[in-house]
């Protein structure tokens, strides 16, 4: 099995401030990195939309600043994130105990 380029994310959004935090696992050449995130987004109820997130690693340093897209189908929520107008990783996702959970891959060169 490949599990290369694969992650699992977690945000916790506050609604009143558009804060979100994040915690994410991702496996690469089978070592696991871990870190923490935390975006800027609108100010709603909802978990769909345009946020700037910077990601962390579990030492505090920066690892990435992406402009991260948010949908929802109703079904499924769907992840992009960007970089320079670039996509770098997509994802799909659900809400449990209202956080949203996703699971998200780089994006093959």
Known sequence: MNYTNIGIVEYIKNFKTGIMVAKWNFMHN?????????????????YEGNYEIQYYDEDGEKVGLYNLIIKNDSKRYLLNWYQDNELKCYGVGL???????AGWKKKES
């Open 30 to 46: 089978e070592n696991i990195i871990c870190g923490t995130g935390i975006a800027n987004g609108p100010q709603n109820d909802k």
């Open 95 to 101: 809400l449990s105990d209202n956080k949203l959970i």
